[in-house]
Structure formats: structure tokens, C-alpha cells
């Protein structure tokens, strides 16, 4: 039987490549496809050489050109983290946007099903807590985070036309807070910032008072539920995130308990239009896909910090800092 093929963008990324691994698995044909702006190619650099995997270096912001045929489409590419989507900010408009945009085209010839990576940014700072898929959000179009919710946001609405107008089949995933190995230790979400600041033996850096929530979820969790939810015949979003909440200062004192680190929080100016509150109301998730996390935080923290601890000395340096 000829094998399905799937192209997964942002490949070289966190999250797509643990997708690269799965769709490989399965026993997909994947091609991995990045411009390496905030990936490394060390994140998939075990699949060179397999039969079924092929890595192009694009820019999906410009036409995306697939030779053959093609079953599925990923679109995890996209700056993630508050600090580079700060850094590179038209960009994160343009591979929300324009990106989607090919990406759509593309899976339109094809006659392919395309998901696409939604996040809980288009709730913005939520005024209703946990987040059912049918709120509608609070997002703030001009302040800096607005170069990402938006273009998510947009994003969202392209695939639903796409959908509804040329019947492209398409799935949206509202992905919450996710970690584990294969972040970038200097990406400057939390967990990399305190497990790369008790490593080198700094001080935990709380933004605010730290009463903000956030519920993270474990890597394998999330795939897992991506997986299911692209097989599922549900085209309308999906929220996958682990509902278990915790404030930034309870996760500090977890990680200075995890780390063992003789250092303590320290307390710097909260960021702006960051979010009170964050907690995926997964109803949709455990009633149409069966699916549910299954990783305790300790569980994933231990294994992340693990995987932090094996980095070469130089990987610790932070450079953005
Ligand atoms: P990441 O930065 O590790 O990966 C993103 C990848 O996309 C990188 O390899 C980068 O080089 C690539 N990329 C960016 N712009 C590109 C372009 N124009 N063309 C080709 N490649 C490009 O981030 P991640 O955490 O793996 O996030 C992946 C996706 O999941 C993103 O779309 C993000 O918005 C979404 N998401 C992630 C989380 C999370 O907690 N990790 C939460 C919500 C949504
Ligand atoms: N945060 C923090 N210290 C840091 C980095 C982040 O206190 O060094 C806070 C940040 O202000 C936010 C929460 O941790 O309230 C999660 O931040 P992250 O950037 O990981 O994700 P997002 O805000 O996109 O959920």
C-alpha cells in the first residue's frame, strides 16, 4: 500500500518536530518544511536518511509549491514565544496570514485536509474561566502580543472560508500551554526561562505578582490529541491543553523544588496584555475525540528537566538576554 503523505510546517520547531516523529511512526511520508527562523535542524536531524522523511528549506509566507500528491497538511509554522513574536513581528503576521493562505491553496489542489495550529491567544486576556471553544475572546488588536492573536485569529477565519466556500476539509486545534524537550532553553516562556535560570544559577524571574495562571500541558499529551482531532471528521475548533491550573509563583517554587536551585524569585514588571488567567474547558476534546491528558505536571516536568540537564554547557549561555 503507498504510504499517506503528510507536510508538516514549522518541522525544525518544538512542536513540529515531535509531529515529524509520530506522522514517522505511523509510518507517513513527511516532508518537514521551515525556514529555520526559530527552529534547528538539530530537532529533527535523527530523521535525515529515513526513506519517508525529506526536509525543504521555505519560507511558507511565499508560494509553497509539493510535487506529487498529498494527503495532509500541518501548519505549525510561526514564531510562538511572547519574545519572538516581539522580535519578529511582521513576520508572525505574514505566516499567519499569507502563509495560511498558500497553505489553504495548496491543500486545495491537492484535495487534502489541512490542520491548522490555533492557540489559546484568541481568548486574549479572558474574562471567563476555564475557556470554552465558544467564547469569542479579548483580544487587544494594537498592543504587542496582537501581532500573534490576530494573525491567529485570522488564520482561524481563512481556514473556516476555505472550509465553508471551497470545501476544503480542514481542522482547527486551539493549542494551550505546552512544554517539554525540544523547547529552546532562551525562547523565554517560562518554563525554559526558570529551568534555564535555576541551571545556571540565577534568580527565577516572576513577571507581576506571579497570581497569573497558566495549565500546561506535556508534549506527548498534545500530539496525541492533535493526531486524533486530524483524523476526527469535526471541522470546527478544538481546545487541547491540560486544565490542571497553577499560578507562576506555584510553578516557581515547583521548578526551585524540581532544580534543587539555592536561588529564590525575584519579582520583575508584568508584560503587557498578559493574559489573568488561562485554563482549557477540554468538554469538546474528551467528548468528540476521547482524548485527555494523561502526563502529570511532576511527571513532565521531570522528564523536560532531564532533557534540559543534557545539553551541552554552551546550549546554557543565554544569549538573548
Ligand atoms: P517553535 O518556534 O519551536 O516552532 C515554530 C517553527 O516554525 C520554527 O521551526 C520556525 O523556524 C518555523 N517557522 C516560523 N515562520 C516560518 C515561515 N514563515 N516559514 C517556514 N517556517 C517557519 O514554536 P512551537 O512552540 O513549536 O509552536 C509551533 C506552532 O504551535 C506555532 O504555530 C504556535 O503558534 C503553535 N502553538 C504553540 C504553543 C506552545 O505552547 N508551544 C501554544 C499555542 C500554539
Ligand atoms: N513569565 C514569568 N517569568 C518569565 C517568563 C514568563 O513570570 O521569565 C510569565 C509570563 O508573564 C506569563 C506566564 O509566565 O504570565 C507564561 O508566559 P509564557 O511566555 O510562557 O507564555 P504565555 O504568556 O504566552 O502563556
Redesign the pocket.
Known sequence: MKRKKVLITGAAGFLGSHLCDRFIKEGYYVIGMDNLITGDLQNIEHLFGLENFEFAHHDVSKFVHVSGKLDYILHFASP????DYLKIPIQTLKVGSLGTHNLLGLAKNKNARMLIAST??VYGDPNVNPQPEEYWGNVNPVGP?GVYDEAKRFQEAMTMAYHTFHGVETRIVRIF?TYGPRMRLND????P??IG?ALRGED?????D?S?T?SFCYVDDLIEGIYRLLLSDYAMPVNIGNPDEIT?KQ??EEIIKLTGTQQKMVL?D??VD??KQ?RPDITKARTILGWEPKVSREEGLKITYEYFKSLPAEALVDKEH
Request: glycine share 12%; proline share 9%; aromatic share 10%.
Open positions: 510562538a514565544s511572547p519574545i489559546s491567544e502580543r500551554n523565554g516562556r517560562v518554563l526561562a526558570f535560570q527565577l524571574t516572576v513577571f507581576g506571579g497569573q497558566r507562576i510553578f516557581g520583575r508584568l508584560p498578559d493574559p488561562r
